[in-house]
C-alpha cells in the first residue's frame, strides 16, 4: 500500500528562564511505554510529550528534574528508560551531578493517570554508563533495571519492586537468570556486585573488551529471548526458561552494534541487529534449531551511513509488525516482510530524507484517534507522522472486505475525510 503522512514538527527549545533568556538545544533521549506514554529528555528536566487539544498541536508537560537543578551546576541526564506496569509507569534516568561529578541512577514510579511521582529511588553508579534499560523480570513482579559502561566490560542488574525499594541483584542470581551474560564475558568481581570479565574464557576472547551498547528482553508466556550487542560486533542471544537456559548463541560483525530488538511476526521469534559499519540483519525464527542461522540483509541498509536506532510498528493495520529504522545520514525506512516458501523478505515501502540525523524511534497514539503516529527525534527536534486517516480506512476496507467476503461495511463517512492526504502541511 502506498504509505502518507501529515507531519508535525516540535523544536527542542527551553521555556524561558528566570533571566529572560531563551535556549535552543537538542532532545538527546526518547522512550516510550507500551500503553504510548512518550517522555524525552531535554537539558536536565525529562518531559512527557502530548496533544493539545486547544491549540491542535502538540505540546510537553514536566515530569521532574531528576537532580537538585542547582542553576549554576544543572544536573545532567545522560540515559532514559521507560516501562508501563499495572501499578504504574516506571522511569530510569541516569544524570550527572556536575556539582559532586557522581553518576545517579533514579527509578520514578509515576502515578497510572496522572503522572505525578509516587516514589524516587536512587543509586549511585561507580563509572559512566552508556545503556540502562527497565524490563519485567519473569522470576518475580519486580522490574529489572539493566546498566552498562563505556569503559568496563561490566554490567549491573538492579531490581526495584513497586514498595519503592531498588537493590542489586548479586551475582549468583544473575548467573542463575543470565547465565549467556556470566558465562560467556563476565565473572563475580570482588565487591559481589557487579559482573567483569573472565580471564579463562579462552585465549580469542581474553585480550578483547566487549562493553555492551544495546540490550533487547522479550518475554512470552514462559520463554524469555535476551539479545545483547558489544562494541566488538558481537550479537549474543540467550533464550531460557524459569528453570535455566535453553540455548545460547554469537553472531560476529565487524563494527559496533547499535541497536538489537526482538520480536515476533507471522508465529516467529525474530531478531533484528544493527552494525555501525555493516548492513541491517534480521535473524528468522530464532527459536527454531536453526537459531541465528537464517539470515537476511535489508536492502540499502547501508547506503544512508550508521543505522542509529530500529523499532517495530504494524504500520499498514494488517496484523504484522514493520521494520522502522533511522539513519545517522538522516534517512528513514520502513521496511515490509513478506513470507516466501518459509523464510521472511524484506522490502522497503516508505523512506524518506530528513535535515539531521535520526536518533529515536517510537509510536504511540498522541492525538487520540486511535491510530498510532510514528514519533521520531532528530537533532533538530521531534517530529510526527500521522497516517493519512482516508487512506488508512480505505485500505482497513480492503481487508475487511477481503476477510468477509465484502459482508462488512466501513461505518465511516469518507465525505468528512480530507480530499488530499499526500500533502504535508506546513505547522
Known sequence: MELNFYEMHFEATEPPSLEGNTDTCSFSLLCMTSNGDVFCSLNDKVYHILWNRAEDDLDRRLCFTPGKDVRMHKDEIILLDALHTEFGTIVAVVYYRNHGGQY?????????????????????????????RLSRDMYSSNISVFATYYSDPCVQVFQYNFNGFISKID?????????GLFKCMFRASPDKRTLSRDDHVGPE??????????????????????????????VHVQVSTTKGCVWQAVYDWEGPISAVKIFKIKGLVCLIATCMVEQ??????????NKLSNRTILPESTR?????????????????PEILIGTYGRMFIVYKLDLTDGNLVPYIVYRRLYTSPIYGICYSDLTDDGIDEIVLLTFSGIHV??????????????????????????????????DNCASTPEY
Open 304 to 320: 544512508f551511513d550508521s543505522v542509529t536506532c530500529v523499532n517495530i510498528m504494524d504500520i499498514d493495520y494488517d496484523g504484522d
Open 385 to 418: 507522522l500521522q497516517r493519512c486517516l482516508k487512506s488508512a480506512q480505505q485500505y482497513i476496507q480492503k481487508l475487511l472486505d477481503k476477510s468477509t467476503s465484502g459482508l462488512v461495511k466501513c461505518p465511516y463517512q469518507t465525505e468528512h475525510l480530507p
Open 205 to 234: 576472547k581474553r585480550h578483547t573488551h566487549e562493553y555492551i551498547l544495546c540490550i533487547d528482553v522479550f518475554i512470552e508466556d514462559d520463554m524469555q529471548y535476551l539479545a545483547y550487542g558489544t562494541v566488538d560486533g558481537n
Open 104 to 132: 545517579t541512577l533514579s527509578v520514578f514510579q509515576l502515578d497510572i493517570n496522572t503522572l505525578k511521582i509516587k516514589c524516587k529511588q536512587e543509586e549511585n553508579l561507580h563509572k559512566k554508563p552508556n545503556l540502562v
Open 280 to 289: 541491517v540483519v534480521l535473524f528468522s525464527d530464532i527459536n527454531s534449531s
Open 171 to 179: 551475582d549468583f542470581k544473575v548467573k542463575e537468570r543470565y547465565p
